[in-house]
Every structure is written in C-alpha cells, then in structure tokens.
C-alpha cells in the first residue's frame, strides 16, 4: 500500500491485466527485487517467499484501489505507527536492547522477514536449505546470546 500511488511505469490494461488495480509501479518493483533477492538465496524457500510477496501485493493493490488515497495513507500510517512501535518495544522490554534495524538497516528489511519465514517452515515442516542448517543457526544463534550475555554482565560489574 505504501507505493501503490507512486506513478505507473506501463499501462499493464493494455495486455488485459489492468483495471483490477493492478499497476506496474514502483511497488511492483519493489516486490519483484524483493522477490529475486529470495530466490537467489534458496530456491525452495525463496520461491515461497516470492509467491507471498506477489500476494502480498496484489492484496495491497486491491485494498488501495478500493480504499482511494487519502484513506490508504491513513491506515498504512496506523499500521506502520503501531507495528514499529510493537517492535520498538518488544525488542525494549523482552530482549532488553535495541532492535536490529539501527545496526544493519539492510539486514532488517530484507533478511528478518525471510529468516521469520525460515523458521516457520523448519518448525512447521522440517524444512532444512542443505543438511544441518538449523542446527547450524541455532549454534551461532546460542553462542551469540551467550557472548551478548556475558558483554552485558560484564558492563554491569
């Protein structure tokens, strides 16, 4: 929704795609690095990255087509406003430290959402991108935690 009333780049109604809201602007676009960026990373998951990012879209477009401009900014702001403000405060009140989009802004925005989906899918179905991978990641992640933990006991003696 944020970039759905960003100038269209071609008249896609012309191949008989438009009128349903549909438009090959720069959200269009945005999905679709967003898109190749996953495949790139793993095929499997990454094709089932992309295929939530086109939904995505297309629902976002439709809900903008029908909502109108001035409406579609209102609610893009409230849900912005209060899903930062969720992550600002669980990153605050759970974690204790500050969310990772003030380190890396990259690594937030295009790595968290497809790490969110990594998980899901190994928790929900095993998946694994090569043999190993979770057990992996859960090493790192642990030997991260502790070294963070041990930084923090050391900041506080």
């Known amino acids: 929704m944020l970039f759905y009333f960003t100038p269209s780049i071609y008249d896609i109604s012309q191949i008989g795609l438009g009128g349903h809201g549909l438009l090959l602007n720069f959200g269009f676009f945005f999905t679709l690095t967003y898109a190749l ?26 809900i903008s087509a029908r909502l109108g401009y001035s409406l579609a900014w209102k609610v893009v702001l409230a849900a912005q406003l209060f899903c930062w403000t969720g992550q600002f405060l669980g990153h605050g ?3 204790k430290r500050v969310p990772a989009i003030l380190d890396n802004l990259a690594q937030a925005l295009l790595m968290a959402p497809f790490f969110v ?4 899918i ?9 043999s190993g991978f979770h057990a992996s990641v859960k090493a790192k992640i642990d030997a991260e935690i502790k070294e963070w933990k041990d930084n923090k006991q050391k900041k506080s003696t």
Request: net charge negative; with cysteine; hydrophobic share 50%.
């Open 117 to 120: 989906l990594l998980e899901v």
């Open 37 to 62: 960026f996953y495949v790139c990373l793993d095929k499997k998951a990454g094709t089932l990255a992309a295929l939530l990012c086109f939904a995505c879209w297309v629902g976002a477009s439709f």
């Open 93 to 95: 009140v759970f974690e």
């Open 122 to 130: 190994q928790s929900a179905f095993g998946y694994e991108p090569y």
